[in-house]
């Protein structure tokens, strides 16, 4: 396909434009679905080079001539990432209150319930499940900045299925007319601690944000202060050992299940977050040189 950017006014045509250009010629290739790249040489094992929408073709097409050859890819359907995250999130803040509210869900498992005492950890627990989801709704609104405006909109099935199953099956557990509760002791240690580390949870969001313009500009940056001194991703530290609390009050299988299976993710983001970090800043001209940290959980990894 041929298609021709005019710059106006005698601005440098950008990227961006040439992705309107492909908008208006086929209107269903929204500039977010578009993937652009360079042409790689053949036999060459390099990656592609992406496009970066704010840049100028010029960049690209070595200055010399008016025309640039590029490799279109369709992303298929998007949707924004706050939406993808609200859709997740939603799921577990009103399926959890379900099973406590109405405990003739456990009918539907044989369970003959006629009337049921809450313990207070099952109470607590509920009042942690729902500030943990609806925090992470307003940081989704009001803190993150990403950098990806949008997200196939295959993830949003995914993630809700990952979301929705494993809240539904902690939910069903902790909430269950034959829950066996924890000692008060370890009730109060295990919803203290996850207390703290979902307040600093928050708090390492705000530093991430911070490392950004308000308009998401600015890449990726050196996150520093607080627990990002010892570790890459303080955000997931923080994350997972609010789990741990909650699971140490409330102690149950789903929930440690959930707990190693978030772990497992984390760790993997987390490893690729440190690369990247790395990458960018280490041996880079001009750019201060990655710090020695750990990547997620000191003493592991
Ligand atoms: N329970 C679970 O299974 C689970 C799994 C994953 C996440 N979470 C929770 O959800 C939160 C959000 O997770 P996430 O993985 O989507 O995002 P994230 O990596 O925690 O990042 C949050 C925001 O900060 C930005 N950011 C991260 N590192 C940056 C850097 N070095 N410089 C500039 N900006 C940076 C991100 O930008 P980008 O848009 O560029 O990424 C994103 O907008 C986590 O922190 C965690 O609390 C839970």
Redesign the pocket.
Known sequence: MKVTVVSRGGREATVTDLQEAIHKQTKKFYPSRQRLTLPIPPGSKDRPIVLHSKKSLKEYSDGNSGNLTVVFKDLGPQVS?RTL?FCEYLGPLLLYPVFYFFPDVYCFFGYSVSSVTHHPVQTYALYYWCFHYFK?IM?TFF??????ATSPISNVFRNCA??WTFGSYIAYYVNHPLYTPVSDCQMKIGFGFGMLCQVS?LY??II??N??GPD?N??????RGFLFNIVT?A??T???YQ?LGFNIATQTIAGYV?LV??TS??SN?ALI?HRR?RKLFDGKEGRPKYPRRWVILPPFF
Do not use: D
């Open positions: 990432y995250f992470r940081e803190i993150h900045r990403f950098s990806h990952y979301y949870n390492c969001h991430l944000r490392l950004r998401g600015g890449w990726y940056q050196i996150p991703c955000n997931y923080t994350e997972i789990w959930f299976v978030a993710i984390m983001w977050k970090l």
